[in-house]
T-cell receptor, first 114, second 112 residues
Framework: KAGVTQTPRYLIKTRGQQVTLSCSPISGHRSVSWYQQTPGQGLQFLFEYFSETQRNKGNFPGRFSGRQFSNSRSEMNVSTLELGDSALYLC?????????????FGSGTRLTVV | GQQVMQIPQYQHVQEGEDFTTYCNSSTTLSNIQWYKQRPGGHPVFLIQLVKSGEVKKQKRLTFQFGEAKKNSSLHITATQTTDVGTYFCAGLGTDSWGKFQFGAGTQVVVTP
């Protein structure tokens, strides 16, 4: 089966701009989670969407937002970009309950803010 | 809130040696999962532990869930260069639903 697809793979944005990242989960997976990964910081949880509703939220400012569509595809938006937002953004999909098969991660979008 | 900590943060291992990395939670967990991220790659699900004291093996990798379900370990025997990467644990609290808390990971470097 096809994996989790994230687009674009790389992005370079200027401070103050906004960006939208996309994630297409594995077919049949209705849960999509977003993580920010920076060197030495591990995986910082942003939010999780299930059936078009935000089910869980991490401790990120309101500049970070997301949504999920009826086909389970998800987008993440970051407004007013800051240099510190430079990171690898990973999307992970799972069944409604990730206790079954765990999360399947996409290859990520590497965002560089200059 | 629930916190998941991994030690050590970095592990340098000589090829052929064994090593263990640990995952500790501030609260009791219902499940714990382990992931491996190769350099330049993305995390890949390895295994899930559910029962108190559970031990699971995958070839040279041995995963254990503590009796109190507040800690877990990953032991690798006869380390190979293919074991290079960062190993993450992710714990699900007993009062959480659907949200696993990831540790910061153990970055493993193997010296030939």
């Amino acid at each position: 089966k096809a994996g989790v697809t994230q687009t674009p793979r790389y992005l370079i944005k200027t401070r103050g701009q906004q960006v939208t990242l996309s994630c297409s989960p594995i077919s049949g997976h209705r849960s999509v989670s977003w993580y920010q990964q920076t060197p030495g910081q591990g995986l910082q949880f942003l939010f999780e969407y299930f059936s078009e509703t935000q089910r869980n939220k991490g401790n990120f400012p309101g500049r970070f937002s997301g949504r999920q569509f009826s086909n389970s595809r998800s987008e993440m938006n970051v407004s007013t970009l800051e240099l510190g937002d430079s990171a690898l953004y990973l999307c992970a999909s799972s069944l409604a309950d990730p206790k079954g098969e765990g999360y399947t991660f996409g290859s990520g979008t590497r965002l560089t803010v200059v | 809130g629930q916190q998941v900590m991994q030690i050590p943060q970095y592990q340098h291992v000589q090829e052929g040696e064994d090593f263990t990395t640990y995952c500790n939670s501030s609260t009791t967990l219902s499940n714990i999962q382990w992931y491996k991220q190769r350099p330049g790659g993305h995390p890949v699900f390895l295994i899930q532990l559910v029962k108190s004291g559970e031990v699971k093996k995958q070839k040279r990798l041995t995963f254990q869930f503590g009796e109190a379900k507040k800690n877990s370990s990953l032991h690798i025997t006869a380390t190979q260069t293919t074991d290079v990467g960062t190993y993450f644990c992710a714990g699900l609290g007993t009062d959480s639903w659907g949200k696993f808390q990831f540790g910061a990971g153990t970055q493993v470097v193997v010296t030939p």
